[in-house]
């Protein structure tokens, strides 16, 4: 679905994030979070890159450092050369009319009290060009029909809406203001399969529709296989495998993502044919203490060089095809480190 | 004598919309040792069903309580005495629910609970029950259980917290485990553990497993016999196998197109259209038909009936003829050639 030019919108460059705990933990001791830890990718215009992770990989975090909603501690965001992270208010406000995000429960930021229309109608009276009020009432009919609702919902209040409509007004609200990147994160997580499926076919129809950019983030690698062009999949803070989508479902490197594949969908034909690839056990390392050396040394049922796995970090390296991995093993074709 | 039998179950609930016919004449067996899925979709009647067979319906002026016949071992449990009730439940019938840190008691640790339950539902002395409660937890595959039987429930990852529920379970040694959307709530690497948890401890303690999901393919992995529920209704069943390779409902076969694979060959979603209807507002006809890409005229006004079907093999085939085992689907399509008036 790429368009082939090679125009990056965004480019992020060692993103580090790291916060102070709230409250006690799970008894890991005090100290600081440390939830991003050197991220580094580009971002091509009118391609849907997908960010899987699980819980405490990281991808939220990322995902809200992007559009600067926690101020990451270092790094730096770059949208069309431009820095994010010091941006003064002004280009802030019209880089979030070009980016915007869409959460995985859309009740939890939805107004209880305002319908859908007068909603969108208030969005479009702040940021929008559309000024009069028959203009308005046109494009928030147009928005609820773009995302698959009926121009009758704008009577209804979000508790009217069931979650796959939510989660479709959730979209309505995000394309009000014309962006030409969505940042999605786990959107389907919560909805029924059926539903999960109407909403993820609607995803890859306004990427080529209107022409979006889109970084979608997920725990279930399944959910991203008909929608991205491109995954990063995230471990320990870290981007640990990076590939054009049909890469990294059929040849995976990274051990990680082999058993992210193995645990999604353990019948698939990938899956069953070579290996088995291992299900993993264990789980994810704590972001207050994260291993030293690679971050998936400890869960890792092939570690490649036990010296270099327990106590160095891998480097990413580049493969051939766009690809690129960070884990010690040796791997054909790969640059050196 | 199966070890649960229901029979034309139908739980309604009074609303402010009408009365939800939430769970509307359902039938079914599950047999000592055996694993069945029950899959549909969020407002199918699924967890009204579970919550009925363990008489935890909420009690409320809304409620009409079940009716129809649940048997457990032979015994009526609709109508049973509170007592005899609570003795079964948690003993030898146990649930594990979705979210386990709404089950779990959030001031007193992880170990005094599954005790608590043990004491409860075993004869056994103080000392014999913390015995049997770290046994449990490395059971569940919980590493470092001594330490962990200290822990509070918010002290554990999500995980962790699911097999603790896992643990407090089995601690009545239950003949039948049923087991709610138990691996939703957790990451797929996470929920991959579980069930392969649920499915090791369900065959060798040889216990029942009702596990309940919207999902198809995680019922798959662990159930031997799947039922589709829709509008409170069965409206197919039969072995995993058989309802993968060959469904016989448009419904069934709408939710296998849903499903999301890593092969490519799936690459195109064919969700089913349209969402669950409320249950106060089913249509005439066949429930389906509003939303079924195949529909006939006359599934607009009659509701077929739950038919048995040709084509299962081995055991199943030794008992098809006795509602509720084998291979069985609701749909006039399957009849359209036969009969027509």
Same mark, same amino acid.
């Given at each position: ?47 849907? !890159? ?16 992007? !559009? ?55 969005? =479009? ?17 147009? =928005? ?57 076919? =609607? ?17 279930? !690698? ?37 058993? !992210? ?18 299900? =993993? ?57 | ?85 609570? /003795? ?150 039969? %072995? ?62 009659? /509701? %077929? ?37």
């Amino acid at each position: 679905m790429t368009n082939g030019s090679e125009e990056f919108i965004l480019s992020v460059i060692g993103l580090t994030h790291s916060f102070a705990q709230k409250g006690g933990g799970r008894g890991e001791g005090k100290g600081p979070v440390h939830a991003l830890r050197g991220v580094s990718f580009d971002l091509k215009k009118g391609e849907c !890159l997908a960010v899987v992770g699980e819980s405490g990989s990281g991808k939220t975090t990322l995902a809200r450092s992007l !559009l600067r909603l926690v101020q990451p501690t270092g790094g730096e965001v770059s949208y069309r050369g431009t820095d994010v992270l010091t941006m003064n208010p002004d280009d802030l406000l019209a880089f979030r009319r070009k980016a915007q995000i869409v959460f995985q429960d859309p009740f939890g930021s939805l107004n209880p009290r305002l319908r859908a229309g007068p909603m969108l109608d208030e969005i =479009l009276q702040v940021h929008g060009d559309s000024v009069s009020r028959g203009t308005r009432q046109l494009r928030v009919a147009e =928005l609820l029909q773009l995302v698959g609702l009926h121009p009758s919902h704008a009577e209804r209040y979000p508790h009217e809406f069931s979650g796959g409509q939510r989660q479709r007004l959730g979209i309505a609200r995000a394309l009000s203001v014309g962006p030409e990147l969505l940042i999605l994160d786990e959107p389907v997580s919560a909805l029924d399969l059926s539903v999960q499926a109407q909403i993820l076919n =609607l995803l890859r129809d306004l990427q080529e529709r209107l022409a979006l950019t889109i970084i979608l983030v997920a725990h279930d !690698l399944t959910v991203v296989r008909q929608v991205a062009d491109r995954v990063a999949v995230m471990y320990g803070g870290k981007v640990v495998e990076v590939s054009p989508v049909q890469g990294l479902f059929e040849t995976p490197v990274h051990p990680y993502t082999k058993g !992210l594949l193995a645990a999604a969908d353990p019948d698939a034909a990938s899956v069953r044919g070579e290996g088995p690839w291992d299900l =993993l056990t264990g789980e994810p390392p704590s972001p207050i203490r994260p291993p030293a050396g690679c971050p998936f040394h400890p869960r890792c049922p092939h570690p490649a060089k036990d010296q270099e796995c327990a106590e160095k970090p891998p480097e990413v390296r580049g493969l051939p095809r766009g690809r690129k991995v960070a884990c010690w093993k040796e791997i054909e074709g790969a640059d050196r480190a | 004598m199966s070890l649960l039998e229901i029979q034309d179950l139908r739980v309604h609930l009074r609303t402010q919309g009408g009365t939800a016919r939430a769970v509307d004449g359902v039938d079914f067996r599950l047999e000592e040792g055996e694993a069945v899925g029950l899959v549909g979709e969020s407002g199918s009647g699924k967890t009204i069903l579970a919550l009925s067979i363990l008489g935890l319906l909420p009690q409320g002026s809304g409620t009409i309580l079940p009716e129809g016949s649940i048997r457990f071992r032979g015994e009526e449990l609709v109508g049973m005495d509170r007592n005899r009730l609570r /003795e079964i439940r948690g003993g030898e019938v146990a649930m594990v629910f979705q979210e386990p840190m709404t089950s779990l008691n959030p001031v007193f640790t992880v170990g005094s609970q599954i005790q608590e339950a043990v004491e409860l539902h075993r004869p056994l002395g103080r000392g014999a029950a913390q015995a049997e409660t770290l046994r449990l937890l490395q059971e569940v595959g919980i590493p470092d259980a001594g330490a962990r039987a200290a822990s509070y429930p918010h002290q554990l990852s999500g995980g962790m917290r699911q097999r603790a529920m896992i643990a407090m379970a089995l601690a009545g040694e239950p003949s039948l485990l049923v087991a709610d959307e138990s691996t939703t709530a957790l990451d797929v690497t996470i929920q991959a553990q579980i069930l392969k948890l649920l499915k090791s401890v369900q065959t060798r303690l040889g216990m029942g497993l009702l596990l309940i999901s919207h999902d198809l393919s995680v019922v798959s992995r662990v159930c031997d016999r799947i039922l589709i529920l829709y509008g409170g209704r069965v409206v197919e069943s039969g %072995p995993t196998r058989e309802i993968l390779e060959a469904p016989k409902h448009p419904y069934t076969r709408g939710l296998l197109g849903s499903r999301l694979s890593i092969d490519d060959r799936r690459r195109t979603l064919r969700p089913i259209p349209g969402e669950v209807p409320e249950a106060t507002d089913w249509p005439p006809g066949c429930k389906f038909h509003p939303r079924c890409q195949e529909v006939l005229d006359r599934c607009h006004r009659e /509701e %077929p009936n739950l038919l048995p079907m040709a084509g299962s093999q081995g055991a199943v085939e030794a008992r098809s003829g006795v509602p509720g085992t084998g291979r069985e689907a609701r749909c006039w399509l399957l009849v359209e050639e036969e009969v027509e008036p």
